[in-house]
Nanobody, 119 residues
Framework: QVQVVESGGGLVQAGGSLRLSCQAS????????MGWYRQAPGKQRELVAG???????NYAESVKGRFTISRDNAKNTVYLQMNSLKPEDTAVYYC?????????????WGQGTLVTVSS
């Protein structure tokens, strides 16, 4: 089983910054994908940023140029640096980890961390 633990959410003013962290643990031989999704009340969950095993990244158009995803492979940890935050970034942010061991693939989610951006 794979566990995913997130941290770093909070309340910030528009224009401010936050950094989210997500650490995966458990039966992991390789991580194929780590990414951040977000969901606001009454809205669909959307992919914000992702990084694959080779290091390639992709971003939602709405955050491109403002958010940066990065990874520490030795710690099985992924980060989301969020700059120039806007009220529309307010959401619960979820970390997703797609991994594998010798016997199975895993698709694990964190509990979510709330980001609130005030105007």
């Amino acid at each position: 089983q794979v566990q995913v633990v997130e941290s770093g959410g909070g309340l910030v003013q528009a224009g401010g910054s936050l950094r989210l962290s997500c650490q995966a643990s458990g039966n992991i031989l390789s991580i194929n994908f780590m990414g951040w999704y977000r969901q606001a009340p009454g809205k669909q969950r959307e992919l914000v940023a992702g990084i694959i095993s080779g290091g390639s990244t992709n971003y939602a158009e709405s955050v491109k140029g403002r958010f940066t995803i990065s990874r520490d492979n030795a710690k099985n940890t992924v980060y989301l640096q969020m700059n120039s935050l806007k009220p529309e970034d307010t959401a619960v942010y979820y970390c997703n980890v797609k991994s594998s061991d010798w016997y199975k693939n895993s698709d694990a989610w964190g509990q979510g961390t709330l980001v609130t951006v005030s105007s």
